[in-house]
């Protein structure tokens, strides 16, 4: 029996808009039709490179073909909204990284937009995905860390370490008024909801802004390249997005928990690490060694296990593809998030097992609780 191909397009041609292609890939029964860049020069390359056939610079063309079943918006924060509300209005499925938006109030309107459409949507926490996250989840729900007391960790990364590292998540203007706490520390912040099933009911912040100003390029640096200007090729400008954030919180009723993401912590590339202590044991995760799962014991000997699906509890298996000993990383995740999306289109009657314009509202809600407490120096509770 043959199944239907289902037709998408990436909208961003940078760092994101790569990755997801490359993901898209290795998905089964999924074609990428088009490539959507502000430059068509770069939608163009793009597009030759991964042999897709098509390359635009409006993605308004892109939305009235009528075959296109989704597309992914991987552009900067700012244009997430426009872009995702007009694919919605013409009736596409859409995956857009995070954040959704950069407002709660335009995240708020295409959660109900999607809604009343009956369209898929999903929002890239791809983070959850790594096979052994989803073991600390089972091992929560199968009531093997018992009742949670502490969550506590760090998202930290040096990228942004100098004055002169500069990217478009610097300008207010095209990422929101947060830098980290909207792009590393929501990743943080969902999966510890996530893998405890607990919500943030109120949190203390502090933001930190350590250069006000920066060097800006007089051209085009990409995401995580760490080129170095000369004097000669930047401006000086004003920073108003925050490098640094520390989060005290609490989590449901009992739970409390300490946080904190920062894109200026040398050496640290990409570490995010999750400490999760329950009545019974406790797990700790970091991304930096994304195999490896650190369990603890009152009573008896720690434990370090290794990703192996046919080890992990069933419902965790489920989202490794390869054996024991056979790493999957950062990369991996995307795909099970999207092979659960477009699971989801050719099956109408799927419950969804991603991540929901819902969940991207709830993560813009802590973001701008975690802004008012910071800006009051005050504790804020979250509804």
């Known amino acids: 029996m043959s199944v239907k191909r289902l037709k998408t397009a990436v909208v961003g041609t940078g760092f994101m808009g790569r990755v997801h292609l490359e993901a898209l890939r290795r998905v089964e029964h999924v074609e990428v039709i088009a490539v959507v860049g502000r430059q068509l ?35 900067p924060n700012a244009t997430h909204y426009p872009i995702a509300k007009a694919a919605l209005e013409a009736g596409k499925n859409i995956l857009c990284e995070k954040p ?25 926490h791809n983070l959850r995905y790594y096979p052994m996250v989803q073991q600390m989840r089972r091992m929560r729900e199968a009531g093997e860390l018992g009742e949670i007391l502490v969550a506590q960790g760090t998202y930290s990364q040096d990228w942004m370490l100098f004055d002169t590292d500069w990217n478009w998540r610097v300008d207010d203007k095209a990422s929101g008024p947060s830098r980290v706490m909207a792009d ?53 400008v004003p920073v108003t997005t925050e490098d640094f954030g520390a989060v005290v919180f609490r989590l449901g009723d009992s739970a409390r928990g300490a946080m904190t993401a920062s894109q200026v912590s040398a050496g640290r590339k990409n570490g995010l690490s999750i400490e999760i202590y329950g ?17 603890g014991h009152r009573n008896m000997p720690n434990q370090i296990i290794i990703k192996d699906p046919s080890l992990l509890l069933p419902a965790a298996g489920k989202y490794a593809d390869l054996p ?26 799927a419950t969804p097992e991603y991540p929901q314009l819902a969940d991207g509202l709830r993560q813009l809600r802590i973001l701008d609780a975690e802004m008012e407490s910071s800006k009051s120096r005050a504790w804020v509770d979250l509804a």
């Not at 510890?192 to 912040?205: I, P, R, Y």
Request: glycine fraction near 6%; aromatic fraction near 10%.
């Open 41 to 75: 020069a770069a939608a163009k390359s793009l597009a030759d490179a991964y042999d897709v056939p098509a390359a635009y610079d409006d993605y308004h063309e892109v939305l009235k073909i009528a075959e296109l079943d989704a597309i992914h918006i991987c552009t």
């Open 100 to 124: 959704v938006a950069v407002s709660s109030a335009e995240a708020e309107e295409l959660t109900a937009l999607a809604a009343a459409k009956g369209l898929r949507n999903g929002v890239c």
């Open 184 to 236: 590393i520390g929501s990743h943080w912040f969902d999966m510890v909801e996530h893998v405890t099933g607990l919500k943030v009911s109120s949190l203390c912040a502090d933001l930190q802004i350590f250069y006000p100003t920066r060097k800006r390029p007089k051209r085009s640096v990409e995401s995580f390249t760490g080129k170095l200007p000369t004097a000669e090729d930047v401006d000086e």
């Open 279 to 295: 009545t019974k044991s406790s797990v700790t995760w970091n991304q930096e060694r994304p195999d490896e799962l650190w369990i």
């Open 324 to 349: 024991g000993g056979h790493s999957e990383g950062y990369d991996d995740t995307f795909k099970q998030v999207f092979r659960r999306f477009y699971a989801s289109i050719a099956d109408p009657s």
